[in-house]
C-alpha cells in the first residue's frame, strides 16, 4: 500500500534547506542511501535490550527481524534504546522506575522523525512503560514481545520461573532442601533467551497485549528461541508500515472496549496481580474511563480456564502448544467484545475465529464449561483497612483461607520483617493475619513485589503453606498465597494499614469484597492524632520526584503529571 500523503518525518528529511541538509546528512553516517530518505514512512524500533535485563537479552536478533519487514514493506526502520527494566537486578524495585522509562519512551518517540513505532518489550516493567510512553504520544504502534524462556527442567521435572524459586526457598529454610541443591537447579530454570515462563506478569502483560489488540495474534506464547517468534517480529515489521498508511492510531486500538478484553483475559489467564496497576496507568495516559472497580466488576464469575503456575501446574511453553491466548479469547466467546479493532486492521473476533484459535490440549487450556478453576477475576476488597481498595488473586489463593479473621503480627517495614521472621519466638500461629506497612508506592519507595512475605519457619516445619497477609506492596507474578496488596491509601501516605497494632483482630471476606479492621472509629482517630509519617527515602533526584508525584495503587501509580496525552506535536526546531 502506498499514499502520497506527507508524515510526521516529512518534517525532518522532507526539506530541502539548512536543516533538512542536518537531518539526513548526519543519519547517512550510517550507510543509509538517498533513497530512504524519499517521504517513505519512518519506523522506529523502541528498543529495551539490555545485558543486564537478561529477560530482553535477545532483542538485538528480534530488531532485526522488525528490520526485514519494514523494509519489504517500503518503510526505513530506525532502532533506537530506551532505559530497560531488569527485575531480576534492578535496585531497589523496577517498579520504581517505570514512570522514568515511560517517559524517556515518550519523549524519545515524540522528538525524533518517526511515523509509526514497533515496541519491543518482555521483562515485566518493560510491557506497561513502552504502553504508557508510547500512548502519551500516539502514533501508529505495535507491541512484539520478546517472548517466555523455554520451560525450567530440574532432575527431571519441569520448573517454573520465580514460582519454584519461592517455593524451594521455602524448602531451604525448613530444611528439605540443601543448598547445594538449590544452587543447581538455578541453571535449570533459566535455560535459554526469554522472559520468565510461568503466568507470571511478563506473560500476563504479553497475554494482554495481544487480548487488547496492540500485538499480532500468538504474540504471548511464542518461546523466544522458537524461529516463529522471528517470523512475527518480520510480520510486525511489514504491517506496522500499513498501520502508518492507514493513520491507525494506538488511541483507535485501546479503547474501553479492549481494556475490559483485557480484564476478562486477566481473569482467564489466572494473570498477575500487577496487571491492575499497570492497566490502571495506560487507561490513565489514554483517557480512558477504567478503574478499579472496573477490574472487579468485569472480571467477576469469568472463569480460570489456563492451567498454567503459579496458580496451576503448565508453563507457557505448554499454553503456546495448546494453542495460546487466541484459544482463551475464543473461549471466551461473548464475554469478549469480539468487534473491537486490533493492529492487524480485523477486529479481535475475527483475528481469533474457529478455524485460526484450535485447541491441542485440553488440560492447558480448559474450556468455559468445565474451567480450571470457577472464578480467576481479581478482586477488589475494600473496608476501613482499604478505603480505596486493596486486590487478592483468588485463584492463587487457599479456598479455606478466603474467608478468615484473625489476630494482627504487625511488622513496620520490610526491614522489620526480615530482622524478625526467623525469630522462634515471634508469637505467632497460622491463624494470625501478617500485616507489613511501608511498601506502598511512596513508601518503599516503588511498591516492591514484597507482599508475598516469608512465612515463619517454626510454622513451615509444621507444615503450615500458607496464611493470610496484608500490606500495601505488591506481588509477582509468579508468587501465590492467601496475600492481600496493594492496600490503598497506603500506609506511608496515612492510610488506615498505618495504624494497625498487633493484637488487632482483621476480617477477610473475599466472597464479601471486606477487608475490615476490627477496631472502632474513635480508637483509630486517637492512633491517627499519635501517627507521623515515616521519613521519606530520599530529598533529592528521580526518588524526590517519584515520592512527591506517586499517585496511589488503585490510581495506577502514575505520576500524576503524566496522566492524560500530549500528541506528537514538536514545534520547535534547534536547526
Ligand atoms: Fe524478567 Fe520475570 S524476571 S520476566
Known amino acids: 500500500m502506498t499514499t502520497s500523503r506527507k508524515f510526521r518525518s516529512a518534517s525532518w528529511f522532507g526539506k530541502l534547506d539548512k536543516s533538512g541538509f542536518i537531518h539526513r546528512s548526519w543519519m547517512k553516517n550510517q550507510g543509509h542511501p538517498d533513497h530512504v530518505f524519499d517521504g517513505r514512512p519512518v519506523i522506529g524500533i523502541c528498543n529495551t535490550w539490555s545485558e543486564l535485563t537478561p529477560c530482553n537479552g535477545h532483542f538485538r536478533q528480534i530488531a532485526e527481524h522488525v528490520k526485514r519487514g519494514v523494509y519489504e514493506a517500503g518503510g526505513f526502520p530506525v532502532e533506537f534504546p530506551v532505559m530497560s527494566l531488569g527485575e531480576p537486578l534492578l535496585r531497589p524495585t523496577a517498579m520504581l522506575f517505570r514512570n522514568l522509562a515511560s517517559m524517556d519512551v515518550e519523549e524519545s518517540i515524540r522528538g525524533n522523525p518517526m511515523d509509526g513505532v514497533i515496541l519491543l518489550a518482555g521483562c515485566d516493567k518493560t510491557t506497561p ?22 520451560n525450567g527442567k530440574y532432575r527431571g521435572a519441569e520448573i517454573g520461573s520465580g514460582t519454584q524459586v519461592w517455593q524451594f526457598s521455602e524448602m531451604v529454610r525448613s530444611g528439605e532442601m540443601s543448598l547445594c541443591d538449590f544452587q543447581e537447579a538455578e541453571g535449570c530454570m533459566s535455560r535459554s533467551t526469554g522472559h520468565c515462563m510461568t503466568m507470571g506478569t511478563a506473560s500476563t502483560m504479553a497475554s494482554l497485549v495481544e487480548a487488547m489488540g496492540i500485538a499480532l495474534p500468538t504474540n504471548a506464547a511464542i518461546p523466544a528461541v522458537d524461529s516463529r517468534r522471528y517470523a512475527l517480529a518480520h510480520q510486525a515489521g511489514r504491517r506496522i508500515v500499513e498501520m502508518v498508511h492507514e493513520e491507525l492510531k ?11 478484553n483485557a480484564v476478562r ?10 496487571a491492575v496497576v499497570h492497566l490502571l496507568a495506560i487507561a490513565g495516559r489514554l483517557g480512558v474511563e477504567f478503574t478499579l472497580s472496573d477490574i472487579d466488576e468485569l472480571g467477576r464469575g469469568v ?9 496451576g501446574k503448565y508453563l507457557m511453553e505448554d499454553f503456546y502448544y495448546a494453542g495460546g491466548v487466541p484459544v482463551v479469547i475464543r473461549e471466551l466467546g461473548d464475554l469478549i467484545h469480539r468487534d473491537a479493532l486490533t493492529v492487524t486492521g480485523r477486529t479481535i473476533g475475527e483475528n481469533n475465529a474457529n478455524g485460526a484459535a484450535e485447541c491441542f490440549n485440553r488440560e492447558v487450556i480448559h474450556t468455559v464449561e468445565t474451567p480450571f478453576k470457577q472464578d480467576g477475576g481479581i478482586t477488589v476488597l475494600r473496608g476501613n483497612l482499604a478505603p480505596d481498595g486493596a486486590v487478592l488473586k483468588p485463584s492463587a489463593a487457599t479456598p479455606e483461607l478466603m474467608k478468615h479473621r484473625g489476630r494482627a503480627v504487625v511488622f513496620e517495614n520490610i526491614e522489620d520483617l526480615h530482622a524478625r521472621i526467623d525469630d522462634e519466638t515471634l508469637d505467632i500461629d497460622e491463624t494470625c493475619v501478617m500485616v507489613m506497612k511501608n511498601c506502598g508506592p511512596k513508601g518503599y519507595p516503588g511498591m516492591a513485589e514484597v507482599g508475598n512475605m516469608p512465612l515463619p519457619p517454626k510454622l513451615l516445619r509444621q507444615g503450615i503453606t500458607d496464611m493470610v497477609r496484608i500490606s500495601d506492596a505488591r506481588m509477582s507474578g509468579t508468587a501465590y498465597g492467601t496475600v492481600v496488596l496493594h492496600v490503598a491509601p497506603e500506609a506511608a501516605a496515612g492510610g488506615t494499614l498505618a495504624l494497625v497494632e498487633n493484637g488487632d483482630f482483621i476480617e477477610l471476606d473475599v466472597t464479601e469484597r471486606k477487608l475490615h479492621l476490627d477496631v472502632s472509629d474513635a480508637e483509630l482517630a486517637r492512633r491517627r492524632e499519635l501517627w507521623t509519617p515515616p521519613p521519606a527515602h530520599s530529598d533529592r533526584g528521580y526518588t524526590r520526584l517519584y515520592i512527591d508525584h506517586v499517585l496511589q495503587a488503585d490510581q495506577g501509580a502514575d505520576f500524576d503529571f503524566l496522566v492524560g496525552h500530549s500528541g506528537t506535536e514538536v514545534t520547535r526546531d534547534s536547526h
Open 303 to 311: 472463569p480460570c480456564l489456563v492451567n498454567l503456575a503459579p496458580s
Open 250 to 260: 494506538m488511541s483507535q486500538i485501546l479503547t474501553r472496549k479492549a481494556f475490559e
Open 129 to 150: 512503560a513502552l504502553l504508557m510512553g508510547a500512548a502519551s504520544c500516539d502514533l501508529p504502534s505495535l507491541m512484539v514481545s520478546g517472548g517466555p524462556m523455554l
Open 265 to 274: 483475559v486477566l481473569a482467564a489467564i489466572g494473570g498477575s496481580t500487577n
